[in-house]
């Protein structure tokens, strides 16, 4: 019989004297014939999935029914979050533009096959920028990696997408293209212009008119619906979601876990649904404080507008809410607030959205009123140095909580770089740069039973970890339990 940890960290010694860690919710397989005065005798998943004996304190809870497990995976500058329910579906939602998610994924759901694929039952790409899918293709790229833990095979059921393709960006003659023709077909409404050529299917988009990740990420699906098929005995969906999609998430009724679609917000021009072109918005200091309404007079922007028409939804397991925003920007978040009623946006857990940009509503970050604020981001090139998270946004998401003190995240600020020194340049003979090692990835944790909610990340120090945990009640009310920063043996994740 399987039971899980019901305190919030559990340390547990093995026979050859080693001790690793455990969190709350993590299963725990009880071996009584073997207890010892003060300890329990018990069998864990250990590293590479391979199962671990030893003892862990006999004042250990334990519990019988499993957690909802959120993971905001370190993925650089980019977003990838995996959820597990308590009846252990499996849901993706993102995966970054390398392959740190796919190794994750691999260490996580070890001992898979072509023949024994891990049924991702959702993976839902908020939109459709490469830093936001394009790590799922490693998924693939992974199954020919002979190491041991580093190749993992899936099978999704279900793809979730905004409807929206990028083209190339540059037309047939070598042209630059503008902004407005990003998307394919657009028409015009008086003062505004629509994208009205969604899809549910991408493949319906010619690969002459796809970019190159929209290209490499539908011959991934195209190759794994084989599989899901043979492994689940249905073929797998493929679809366009927005605020009025229905069913979609009928799939978590066994678990008790609601989902609101909440964006993108589609209108009916034409008599078939379209997204608004969005706008770029003024460049001023009062924006970088979320406090200026949109003002619409800037010019057509294919950035703002994939990014503020990202999917976004509100997930509840009793009294806990979460709410995922992808790249929500400041005009997509004000016409969301306007659009809904404030108690449809209220949540306990908040997915900062586009990693902590100055672009972002004040008055939406107050509606929520998040308890835990995740922000994904990271500063692996140049390239890709947005300054994320902004100062800015950080204080917002603070002053923006409806607890003292706020709980706010950062993959960026949880992960930890040793200092090596100066090394030999393996691009330049002769020349040593000063280099650091990332030893700890900044993952972030969120487990709840729908009432209990446990947050918490880790450090560069084997055994530290940063832990918070608070009940909600009915009517939303926090009560925090404690704040744990402890030091240790070394973790187990």
Known sequence: MVDFIDDDIVELRLDTGKTLQYFWGDPC?????????????????????????????????????????????????GDGLIIETPTGKVIFIDGGDNQLFARHVAARFPGTSEAKPLVVDAMIITHGDA?????????????????????????????????????????????????????????????????????????????AQRNQPFNLWAE????????????????MISQRLDHMSTGAFDFLTDDDIAVELLGPITE????????????????DAELLLGTNAATRKGSYSASHTINGHSINFRMRLGNVRFMFTGDMNQES???????????????????????????FDMEYLKEVGAVVSMISSGDESAAKEYIHPRATLMAALGKASRTTPAVIFCTELAA????????????????????????????????TDGERVLAFTHSGHEGMNEAYRFTVSPTGEVKFASSVVKRGPPKMV
């Open 416 to 447: 930890f770089f040793a200092v090596k020194g100066y090394v030999d340049d393996p691009q330049k003979p002769g020349r040593k740069f000063f280099a650091f090692e990332r030893t700890n990835f900044g993952i972030i944790h969120v487990r």
């Open 131 to 207: 830093d936001h899918f394009e790590g799922l293709t490693k998924l693939r790229v992974s199954e020919t990696d002979t190491r041991p833990g580093k190749a993992v095979f899936v099978a999704p059921r279900r793809i979730y997408h905004n409807g929206m393709v990028k083209r190339p960006g540059k037309d047939t003659t070598g042209k630059k293209r503008k902004d407005v023709e990003m998307f394919g077909a657009t028409v015009q409404v008086s003062s505004d212009l629509y994208v009205s050529a969604l899809v549910d299917d991408i493949a319906a988009v010619p690969a």
């Open 29 to 77: 397989k009880r071996l009584p014939a073997e207890d010892v005065t003060g300890k329990f005798r018990v069998e864990m998943r250990g590293p590479l999935g391979k199962a671990v004996r030893g003892f862990i304190d006999a004042k250990t809870a334990l519990r019988k029914s499993a957690l909802l497990r959120l993971s905001m995976i370190d993925v650089q500058q």
């Open 268 to 283: 009916q021009v034409g008599g078939k649904p379209a997204l608004r072109f969005l706008r770029a918005p003024p460049d």
């Open 333 to 359: 978040m004000q016409r969301m607030r306007e659009a809904l009623p404030g108690a449809a946006l209220r949540s306990e857990i908040l997915k900062a959205p586009h990693h902590g940009s100055a672009d």
């Open 220 to 235: 991934t699906l195209a190759a794994w619906a084989p599989r899901t098929l043979a492994a689940t005995g249905t073929a």
